[in-house]
């Protein structure tokens, strides 16, 4: 029952960044590859029906995690206070630029709300980047499990630590990066004319650019995080490196919807690898012995077995309607 | 100040009154907006789903802090009692949340014929109204814990069933519909009232004066019987300290009164000023006039809420604009029979006016039943200074305390704005939104 949940969240962070990713990238692309009123219109028009939905899977995993290992949660939480409420501010802002910037035909009124979205939409990859490279780094847990983790202290992975430092932020960047690729394939999916060709161009200058720095991350955590190479882990590795060449190949044949599926697969796959690699630790310390795994953490069994009645039978209903939402759409 | 405590819960206070502003008028507006599209009235529907978009989306982007804030600025809490709360937390998200959002998206994004209008509202009603259950629910648990066993200092769930179905939740969650109902009812009137006294969209006016006059009044009754009466009664039955401070009562007695007005003083131990219905509290709590009610003084002061004073005024402000709401509703509705509510401009500037009432009235209870609770955040449980995260320090909380100041007064402006905006333009105007 304990991996089953620990599946369940690392689905439920799959999906969430798969879906929310594209949102955020486009966001993050949008001042840049939309230039007129009617492309920046276009963009919206291509996420607007789905990244209120696509953000509800942040809430899924923050309620996992809250059914099945709340005090990961409370650790993980309270120890990156600041970053969080970053996200949540960011997340925020972001709705309401997305609402507000149509409520009037003034330019700059619109490019204010324009720039909001673009800052917004930017920054969050970069804070969950950041998050991530925590977890895989390791949290300087106190025996109480829990943590003081300030936003920086000297920039270096070792002790004293602080949520930024190198590692972190090379991960933060190859999540702006991976994302901002994401994005592009996916308004170039969903869009045309000069948009789409410039699309088409940010995701072919993306693409060494996320290699480079998938290569540097996945050599620096080599150094830096303790991941256990397992069966599983590995399939994950190859199937995402297989993921990375079908972009490759669909965005020259412009089969852009083909390249975005890809794309898709290929930040699945990584984040599920990392999880793979990762178990049973839930939440890694700085000093291993201190780690919490997913059975020190578990809630009590019978929370664990109705909650995961009813948790499922709510992702594969939610999960039915989504599909069924993006298959109509395309 | 290096007491972080004093700065979590003002910071979580401070960001569930200001949420509350948003979800109580959808929760409220949700079943009107289903009628009037099963009624066709769809140019109406259209206008007041403009009004329930914006008030929605401010709910969400409002509404995630607090989820988060319970991992954040009560790490304590959630890892001890996580087990039950977070299924009920996690309920919300999963199913209502996700029905709410979807449909939101097909109201707002496509071009959406009557039909799926219809089906999207009475989505959205019922998932409000879920958002709703497992929220109060989670409340309730709070507030009288059922269905849980103890484990080595946690709180583990025993059974769900016991929680989902708590006598005290489906209490509260009807106190707090109907709750939400008013705030919609006089929404929905002084909307009219402001069209019918600007001599604008007149036929609209009256349907909006009719269905919120009737409802107003239906609501305001249910709210005060019976869910209000039923939900003091068991206030009464299992938070004794919390009904002695809400009613500022230090001494026992038979013939309990209810104080209409008076002034706590809580160094002196007793009410100045105190003007009382004899016997009534006594009546109301337990059916009798005979029955001792117990005050403050037999209960330890280490069980007393924290803030008798807030809790008192709290109780009272509720209570008495509920009264208030009751007579201007009554009165509404008897001269709409009497067919002269559309001349009396009197009567229009006040429904005009009146709809802060239930605002302050549904925040007032809110904050009469969480200083009721006090000094615990489970009852009985787990004391509310042992609830917060432990690693987070003051400076850290301050800072957030300060950013959601500065957020939420920017939100508070865009939100006059845009809904100014669409009350001035009125039903049957072009959607600003493009």
């Known amino acids: 029952m304990v991996e089953l949940w620990y599946a369940l969240v690392a689905i439920a962070v799959c999906v969430y960044v798969v879906l929310d990713g594209f949102d955020l990238g486009a966001g993050a692309l949008h001042l840049f590859v939309a230039r007129t009123d009617a492309e920046r219109r276009a963009v919206l028009e291509a996420i607007g029906p ?81 998050a991530l490279g925590n977890l895989l780094r390791g949290f300087p847990l106190d025996p109480s499990g829990m943590v003081v983790l300030p936003l920086f202290v000297d920039f270096t992975p070792a002790p004293p630590t602080g949520l930024i430092d190198w590692y972190t932020l090379l991960v933060a960047v190859f999540a702006l ?7 592009a394939l996916f308004l170039a999916s969903r869009t045309g004319g000069d948009l789409q060709k410039r699309c088409k161009r940010v995701a072919t200058l993306a693409l060494p650019v996320v290699l480079a720095l998938w290569i540097a991350c996945g050599a620096a955590s080599g150094f830096v995080a303790r991941l ?43 984040l599920a690898g990392l999880a793979a690699a990762s178990f049973p630790t839930l939440l890694r310390a700085v000093d291993d012995r201190a780690s919490v795994t997913a059975y020190d953490a578990a809630s009590s069994p019978h929370a664990l077995g109705v909650g995961a009645v009813w948790f499922l039978f709510g992702l594969l209903a939610v999960g039915a309607l989504f599909v069924r939402r993006y298959l109509r759409a395309t | 100040m290096g007491d972080a405590l004093l700065w979590h819960r003002l910071q979580f206070a401070f960001t569930a009154v200001y949420h509350y502003v948003f979800p109580q008028l959808t929760m409220g507006l949700a079943p009107v ?43 304590r809490f959630s890892a001890s009692a996580g087990d039950i709360v977070g299924q009920t937390l996690a309920m919300e998200g999963m199913f209502a949340f996700f029905v709410e959002s979807v449909f939101l998206g097909v109201l707002l994004w496509s071009k959406p014929t009557a039909r799926q209008k219809l089906v999207a509202a009475v989505a959205l009603w019922i998932g409000s109204w879920l958002s709703a259950f497992f929220i109060v629910d989670s409340h309730a648990f709070m507030e009288h814990p059922v269905g849980f066993a103890r484990s080595g200092g946690k709180l583990v769930l025993a059974d769900l069933g016991a929680v989902l179905t708590s006598f005290w939740a489906w209490v509260e969650v009807a106190h707090v519909l109907v709750a939400a109902l008013v705030t ?13 006294l600007s001599k604008r969209h007149e036929s609209e006016a009256k349907r909006l004066l009719g269905l919120g006059t009737t409802l107003g009044l239906v609501a305001s009754f249910a709210v005060a019987f019976p869910t209000g009466d039923q939900q003091a009664k068991l206030v009464a039955r299992h938070q004794e300290p919390a009904l002695a401070a809400m009613e500022g009562r230090f001494e026992s007695g038979s013939m309990a009164g209810i104080t209409l007005i008076g002034q706590p003083n809580v160094p002196k131990r ?90 302050i009235a549904n925040t007032a209870g809110w904050l009469t039943a969480e200083l009721g609770r006090q000094p615990w955040v489970l009852y009985g449980l787990m004391r509310t200074r042992d609830a917060a995260s432990p690693n987070v320090h003051s400076g850290d909380v301050l800072f957030t305390l300060i950013g959601f100041c500065g957020l939420y007064l920017l939100f508070g402006l865009v939100f006059v704005f845009l809904v100014g905006r669409q009350i001035l333009a009125g039903p049957g105007a072009e959607e600003a939104h493009d």
């Not at chain 1, 256990?228 to 399939?235: G, S, W």
């Open chain 1, 50 to 130: 789905y990244w209120d939905g696509n953000e509800v899977w942040l809430l899924a995993i923050a309620g996992a995690l809250f059914v099945a290992f709340p005090s990961v949660l409370a650790a993980a939480f309270s120890g990156m206070y600041l970053a969080m409420f970053l996200v949540l501010w960011a997340l925020a802002f972001r709705g309401v630029s997305l609402e507000l910037r149509g409520q009037s035909k003034n330019e700059l009124w619109r490019a204010l709300w324009d720039f909001v979205f673009c800052a917004s939409s930017a920054s969050l990859p970069v804070l969950f980047g950041l």
């Open chain 1, 177 to 183: 990066a991976s994302l901002t690729l994401h994005g």
């Open chain 1, 228 to 270: 256990t190479l397992r069966p599983l882990a590995i399939v994950l590795l190859a199937s995402a490196m297989a993921a990375f060449a079908a972009i490759f190949v669909m965005l020259r044949r412009e089969r852009f919807g083909a390249a975005f599926v890809a794309s898709s697969t290929f930040l699945a796959s990584n």
């Open chain 2, 33 to 75: 907006l289903a009628w009037l599209r099963f009624r066709r009235e769809e140019k109406l529907a259209d206008f007041l789903t403009r009004i329930f978009a914006i008030n929605f989306a401010f709910g969400v982007v409002t509404g995630l802090p607090m989820e988060f804030q319970f991992g954040t600025n009560w790490a």
């Open chain 2, 184 to 196: 919609g009812a006089f929404v929905l009137a002084a909307l009219g009232a402001f069209y019918m």
């Open chain 2, 270 to 359: 007793r009410l100045d000023n105190p003007i009382r219905v004899p016997g009534a509290l006594s009546f109301l709590a337990y059916g009798t006039f005979h029955k001792n009610v117990r005050g403050l003084a037999e209960f330890p002061e280490d069980v007393w809420p924290e803030n008798i004073e807030l809790l008192y005024y709290s109780f009272h402000l509720m209570a008495g604009l509920g009264t208030l709401m009751i007579g201007i509703m009554g009165l509404a509705v008897l001269q709409r029979l009497r067919k002269r509510l559309e001349r009396s401009r009197m009567l229009l500037w006040g429904l005009m006016i009146a709809f802060p009432l239930p605002y």
